[in-house]
């Protein structure tokens, strides 16, 4: 096969992927009552638990970009998840990248700690492992945490995401209130050790720094509630 009729076949194969992601991406929709379900390894459009999508970045990035309004909560089942977009870029998924990062969205709220059965909130059992739903930045997951307090030492987290959940408002006039909710999860393995990056989302610029690994908060105020926050890295505060 000749090099030119062999690269007309690669640029035709990733348009036929591209197609394919495109229109499977149209197919994402919330239930009745604007909730996605999400349970880990699921490959449905997110409607149901029996039809839900497979991981919680997907959900997210649906519902910052699907009619405003039209998803109202997220439900994750128990399992770990890992962040797939960066915030300044949600066209594209690089599994790796450390800037990459699970961004809340306005009003919208996303519960955790569920076994992927449940028609009502209330019935949650948050005491379960099984239902379990971790938000990680350590994608190796080899991360090793040994000591506490001024002893503390976590290491093998040169790879993990910077921050593993971002909150970003725009400013102090339009920022993220009480109506955005975070609620069942564990928060692990975010290592913020970059220094003076400046990035851009829309009208808001943050610096993502060595500041918040487990989670980055910009001009925002969303309810934490039955969170585990464990195992990140903030070289300056967090």
């Known amino acids: 096969m000749n090099k030119k009729l062999q690269k007309r076949i690669m640029q035709m194969a990733l348009f036929l992927m591209l197609a394919i992601t495109t229109d499977s991406w149209g197919q994402i929709v919330p239930d009745a009552n604007g909730v996605l379900y999400v349970k880990k390894g699921a490959a449905g459009n997110g409607s149901s638990w029996t039809n839900a999508l497979g991981e919680v970045g997907d959900a997210l990035k649906a519902a910052r970009e699907?009619?405003?309004?039209?998803?109202?909560?997220?439900?994750?089942?128990?399992?770990?998840?890992?962040?797939?977009?960066?915030?300044?870029?949600?066209?594209?998924?690089?599994?790796?990248?450390r800037n990459n990062s699970f961004l809340l969205v306005k009003n919208v709220k996303v519960y955790g700690g569920?076994?992927?059965?449940?028609?009502?909130?209330?019935?949650?059992?948050?005491?379960?492992?099984?239902?379990?739903s971790i938000l990680s930045g350590d994608y190796n997951n080899n991360d090793i945490i040994n000591g506490n307090g001024s002893t503390l030492a976590i290491t093998n987290n040169d790879e993990n995401a910077y921050h593993v959940v971002m909150s970003l408002g725009v400013n102090a006039s339009n920022p993220i209130t009480n109506s955005t909710v975070l609620d069942g999860f564990t928060i692990?393995?975010?290592?913020?050790?970059?220094?003076?990056?400046?990035?851009?989302?829309?009208?808001?610029?943050?610096?993502?720094?060595?500041?918040?690994?487990?989670?980055?908060?910009?001009?925002?105020?969303?309810i934490i509630s039955n969170i585990v926050i464990i195992g990140n890295v903030g070289e300056q505060r967090g």
Do not use: H
């Open 66 to 97: 699907l009619t405003a309004g039209a998803v109202s909560q997220i439900w994750v089942a128990g399992g770990t998840y890992y962040p797939l977009y960066r915030p300044d870029n949600l066209s594209g998924a690089n599994p790796l990248d």
């Open 114 to 132: 569920f076994a992927g059965i449940e028609t009502q909130l209330s019935q949650r059992d948050l005491t379960l492992t099984a239902n379990a």
């Open 188 to 222: 692990r393995g975010g290592n913020a050790n970059m220094t003076g990056t400046v990035m851009p989302i829309g009208t808001t610029k943050y610096v993502g720094n060595s500041i918040a690994g487990g989670m980055y908060n910009y001009f925002s105020s969303p």
